[in-house]
């Protein structure tokens, strides 16, 4: 029974019934466009009877390409690149492609892991889509002829593609919005220094409050991680400061959630005692309370520019692999976590008000408990 079943599964008892030669089921199978629709439909008809499935390692290893995409991310728990993977999943599927899915942590180890996984599978292309990877790394996969694609850091170099997100855009009209809202000591929460995407996104909000004339305060650029936790940490920071801001802006929506989680905390009002504005608008930060306004860098736009990126490198006619660059736009999306500046002398002695009601409520609970 069981060599039966084996029997059923080979090639040879396919182009047996259905009445044609093992190189046309071969072809078929492979999609040469070439092989007559009426041999083609006898033979996916006895496929599908079958239940076949073609040997994909076995197929890869005679056509020299295994449909198989690499796609590296930072942190799968970041709900910023869920969205990415199944954006770049969808189109994978819808092109006959598989995806290769490793999350890197910033552990460098767990990233020299990942590029190995994808040599040893023998990956058409990688999408690196971590806004941080070592420069060892990426030598790693250009020797072995890999089409790669970058966000920001792509070297210029052939089989390598470029995505260049123009923070500029967004973290500008996050700026100018706040500033219509007469906030003028205006904060900074940053991702990690060690991240170029990171020092871009300070450089962009350092850059638009000068445009406008309002002074970038050194007390008032704080280094997060791009964590909840992060964020509440930098707003006790913030809190420390003689003269606080009224308005801040994160290197990501993580930090601002968390920097509002730590605010509700301490009885500031957002946005009548802080305006606070995200950036990357994951869908979370739609149903925050108040919603957060934030910069919007579409994470299925920027997975749709990585995969058609690999797709054209890997099936060009071109023998020569040349260097690609794209632009992924940002905009801002006011939503009601921003709102006008309130006076400061007002401000902080509401806010000490309502931390003093808060701390004789939890000392009741204390006490009653």
């Not at 089921?25 to 041999?39: E, F």
């Not at 930072?74 to 819808?94: G, M, R, Y």
């Not at 020299?112 to 994808?118: G, N, P, Y």
């Given at each position: 029974?069981v ?7 080979d090639?040879?008892?396919i182009?047996?019934?259905a ?8 072809r ?13 439909k006898?033979v996916?008809k ?8 073609p040997?994909?390692q076995a197929?890869a290893?005679v056509?020299?390409?295994s ?15 869920p ?9 994978a599927?819808?092109?006959?492609y ?11 180890k ?6 190995r ?6 990956v058409?292309?990688?999408a690196?889509?971590t ?25 210029r170099?052939p089989?390598?593609s470029?995505?260049?997100?123009n ?33 871009a ?5 350092e ?7 309002l ?14 936790k992060g ?23 993580m ?5 509002m989680?730590?605010a509700?905390d ?14 990357d608008d ?8 108040p ?7 579409s994470?299925?736009?920027l997975a ?5 990126a690999?797709?054209n490198?890997v099936?060009?006619?071109s023998?020569?692999?040349n260097h ?8 801002l999306?006011v ?11 007002v ?11 808060s ?8 006490s009653?408990g």
């Amino acid at each position: 029974m069981v060599e039966e079943f084996f029997r059923a599964m080979d090639i040879r008892e396919i182009a047996r019934r259905a009445k044609v030669s093992t190189a046309t089921v071969s072809r078929t199978i492979n999609g040469v466009p070439t092989v007559d629709p009426q041999l083609a439909k006898r033979v996916w008809k006895v496929v599908n009877e079958l239940g076949y499935y073609p040997n994909k390692q076995a197929r890869a290893l005679v056509s020299g390409r295994s449909r198989i995409f690499g796609l590296i991310v930072s942190e799968i728990t970041n709900p910023f690149f869920p969205e990415i993977v199944q954006s770049f999943e969808d189109l994978a599927v819808q092109h006959n492609y598989e995806i290769l899915l490793t999350s890197t942590v910033y552990d460098p180890k767990r990233m020299e892991l990942s590029v190995r996984r994808m040599i040893e599978r023998r990956v058409d292309g990688v999408a690196i889509l971590t806004f941080g990877m070592e420069d060892s790394l990426i030598e790693d996969l250009r020797f072995r002829n890999v089409p790669l694609v970058f966000v920001d850091v792509g070297p210029r170099m052939p089989g390598v593609s470029n995505i260049r997100v123009n923070y500029q855009e967004g973290i500008r009209e996050a700026v100018q919005h706040l500033a219509a809202f007469r906030h003028a000591r205006i904060a900074f929460v940053s991702g990690p220094v060690t991240l170029r995407s990171a020092l871009a996104r300070k450089a962009a909000f350092e850059q638009s409050m000068q445009e406008i004339g309002l002074n970038v305060a050194p007390e008032l650029i704080i280094e997060g991680d791009h964590t909840m936790k992060g964020g509440m940490r930098a707003l006790l920071e913030l809190l420390s400061v003689r003269q606080r801001p009224t308005g801040v802006l994160c290197s990501n929506d993580m930090t601002a959630i968390g920097l509002m989680r730590e605010a509700f905390d301490y009885g500031i009002r957002v946005p009548e005692d802080l305006s606070v504005v995200g950036f990357d608008d994951i869908r979370l930060a739609q149903f925050m309370i108040p919603p957060l306004t934030t910069v919007q860098m579409s994470q299925t736009e920027l997975a749709s520019l990585a995969f058609k990126a690999l797709l054209n490198h890997v099936e060009s006619d071109s023998s020569s692999l040349n260097h690609t660059e794209s632009v992924l736009h940002t905009t801002l999306v006011v939503r009601k976590s921003t709102g006008l500046a309130p006076s400061s002398v007002v401000a902080e002695k509401s806010i000490r008000s309502r931390r003093l009601v808060s701390k004789t409520a939890k000392l009741s609970e204390t006490s009653s408990g």
